[in-house]
């Protein structure tokens, strides 16, 4: 029996089938999510392009199907790495954003699932164009103006313009990228858990300006940079403050290197060494 009968036996007829296969879509890949069995994936894939082909693009869930379908295809593409799924992925994902009004609040969700599946897309083939495009991607998202989401934009962009600094070698994508990194680190407040994280990609990019320049201004903002997030208190469950206090050591080692000063090297070996109530040597 299949799906038509099933569906006719429960009172659903044809015009109710692209709802159906939409919600049986959705299901499958809850199951999937839940129990990490493809067999799952593989039905919410099928069911997905099914809603598509039955229903029309004046459907009002046709964008949703559209964007449900990408996300079960860049599922599949993690799993099986074939890159024609995250291609097709961002057809769908795209075609989805396209057909969605500018009011409505699922055109930046669209918006942004697109700027992932192009940034996993140019990881994963290296081609200029997409990181392009996720580029300018990103800056819809922040003309969008959604101040709760303004940092993550900031900082996405900014790592985006880090790649193609590191591709292409243009200062002024570095430039831009640091500008950006120091915005982002402005507006996120001291107890937000996310603020480690955006000192350090501030400290890398910092890093790169300098051995791009050598000029000594640039590695002492660096090692500033790096400090505060060393220095940063809350929750270290992925061993982030070792790792930031090993980064700061050896930008110390660099800074004596160039200036032969004593203090320098006294604070790479002993100034950088955490210690359990927070204090640190001088």
Known sequence: MNVDEIAAQHGFTDEDMPDLLGMMATQAFQNY??????FYLGKAIIFGREALSRGGEEDPSYASWLSNLSV?????????????????AIQFIRQAFELTPSEDPDRNDYLTNLGVMLEKSYEETGDMQTLNEAIENSRQLIL?????????????????????YDNLGEIKDLEEAIS??????????????????YLNNLGDKLLRLYNHTEEMHHLEETIQVVRQSAYLGGEDEYGRQKEAFDHLKGL??????RT??????????????????GLHFS
């Not at 999510?33 to 493809?38: H, K, P, Y």
């Not at 103006?145 to 985006?160: F, G, S």
Request: hydrophobic share 40%; aromatic share 4%; glycine share 4%.
């Open 252 to 257: 110390l080692k660099t800074k004596y290197k």
């Open 260 to 277: 032969g000063v004593m203090k320098d090297l006294g604070e790479a070996i002993l100034g950088a060494i955490p210690t359990t109530n």
């Open 33 to 38: 999510v839940e129990d990490q069995n493809i």
């Open 144 to 164: 969008a103006d959604q101040p709760d989401e303004t940092a993550a934009y900031l900082n996405n962009l900014a790592n985006q313009l880090g790649r193609r």
């Open 180 to 197: 950006l990194a120091r915005r982002v680190v402005e507006l996120t407040e001291a107890e937000d858990s996310n603020l480690a994280s």
């Open 72 to 88: 079960f295809l860049v599922a599949q593409f993690d799993e099986t790495r074939k890159i024609t799924d995250l291609h097709e």
